[in-house]
């Protein structure tokens, strides 16, 4: 079984596949935390995202790789783990800004499937819409501004980013700007996607809400 989670920053994806994922003994893919990695090599060895030519022979050199372990998310870059290392503001704002690149669009793309693979919930931005149309179920996540503000920073906070709200209200309104207007891939709600307002919804209680969906969808 393939679940596709879409929407914008600041939503609760990552959340709620997880929790969706360990409900139906499922394993979660985090397709932001994919393209996270792609940015924090590209920083770490100071590659000119400008010049087409050196960002595809850099990306030839990359072995990326996913697992769901003790129901975390573990990204792995050239064997090593660098999942504490995606969250900083700077690696996001990176990953955003590759993310309208379409050669790094598509170096992923199979990459994303790869991992993915069968019997996963995986959230991005474009997994019903274009990493994997053919899924059994499609939801779209979305909830106000203000919402996704205050989601994102309190979850910064959490990890020890000492970050304001207004920067955080900057990173997310320029992300939604670039998910939503790239030429390539752009943030779209798949036609046969199920819409959740989660804007006055628990993680909890939009988890159930999935689940009443995929039970009602598959046999």
Known sequence: MLIAIDGPSGVGKTTVAKKVAEKLG???VSTGAIYRAVAYAIKRENIPTYDLNALKDFLK????????ENGEIKTYLNGEDITDKLDSPDISELSSEI????EIREYLLNIQRRIASDNAVVEGRDIGSVVLP????????????EERIKRRYNYLRN????????EVRNEILGRDTRDRNRKTAPLVKPKDAFYIDTTYM?????VNKIIKIVKSLVV
């Open 26 to 28: 499922l394993k979660a």
């Open 61 to 68: 050199g990359l072995n990326i790789d996913q697992k769901y």
């Open 202 to 206: 628990t993680a909890d209680e939009v």
């Open 159 to 166: 990890k020890g980013i000492n970050i304001t709200l207004e």
């Open 99 to 102: 993310a309208a690149i379409t």
């Open 134 to 145: 053919y899924a059994d179920v499609k939801v779209f996540l979305d909830a106000s501004l």
